[in-house]
């Protein structure tokens, strides 16, 4: 069984278009997450939801609006995509503030 | 905010050396640090952590070290194997983080046979 799982793993899409990316853990946490990873490797997070609560809002554009119907899901939906939105973006969920984090697997998002 | 700083960028060994990453944070109230491992394709994965009232972690050939003086802490892999190749990353969060990971930039680890 996959702890954290997202969808889809690849996403190509043309610039100007609206899309979503949805994730779903099966471990019982609490706490879910985005985060963006950039073609660097660098891993920057971009919100974070505490049941279901928006409790951390990085410096993220407007265009980006997370989702949470309940604590087991945390969707990303992006509007008006640009080419500096390609990237990996991963899913995480913890039990609680400040513990154990675990990942999805990832989606690569590229913008064309 | 918490900034981390990870060195090196890049760390090659041969099979059955050891390899060590280190890291520095920035706040003091930073009380929680796990290191992350990401094979090519894939999600990070959590291979150890540590919390502030520890010094040294240890877990098969994996160990972390942690100076809240210094605020520095280390990954320690021992008897390393080409498995073992993949990016390694360290974070620290706490404080008022509200559970939110601040990473370091990452260390690309090769482990040649």
């Known amino acids: 069984d996959t702890a954290v799982s997202q969808t889809p793993k690849y996403l190509v899409t043309q610039m100007g278009n609206d899309k979503s990316i949805k994730c779903e853990q099966n471990l019982g946490h609490d706490t879910m997450y985005w985060y963006k990873q950039d073609s660097k490797k660098f891993l920057k997070i971009m919100f974070s939801y505490n049941n279901k609560e928006l409790i951390i809002n990085e410096t993220v554009p407007n265009r980006f609006s997370p989702k949470s119907p309940d604590k087991a899901h945390l969707n990303l939906h992006i509007n008006s995509l640009e080419l500096g939105d390609s990237a990996v973006y991963f899913c995480?969920?913890?039990?609680?503030?400040?513990?154990?984090?675990?990942f999805g697997q990832g989606t690569r998002l590229t913008v064309v | 905010g918490e900034n981390v700083e990870q060195h090196p960028s890049t760390l090659s060994v041969q099979e059955g050396d050891s390899a060590v990453i280190k890291c520095t944070y920035s706040?003091?109230?930073?009380?929680?640090f796990p290191w992350y491992k990401q094979e090519l394709g894939k999600g990070p994965q959590l291979i150890i952590d540590?919390?502030?009232?520890?010094g040294e972690k240890k877990d098969q050939r994996i160990a972390v070290t942690l100076n809240k003086t210094a605020k520095h802490f280390s990954l320690h892999i021992t008897e390393t194997q080409p498995e073992d190749s993949a990016v390694y990353f360290c974070?620290?969060?706490?404080?008022?983080?509200?559970?939110?990971?601040?990473f370091g930039q990452g260390t690309i680890l090769t482990v040649h046979p």
């Open positions: 540590i919390r502030s009232n520890v």
């Open positions: 974070a620290a969060t706490g404080g008022t983080s509200y559970g939110k990971l601040t």
């Open positions: 706040d003091s109230a930073s009380n929680y």
């Open positions: 995480a969920s913890s039990h609680s503030k400040g513990a154990e984090a675990f």
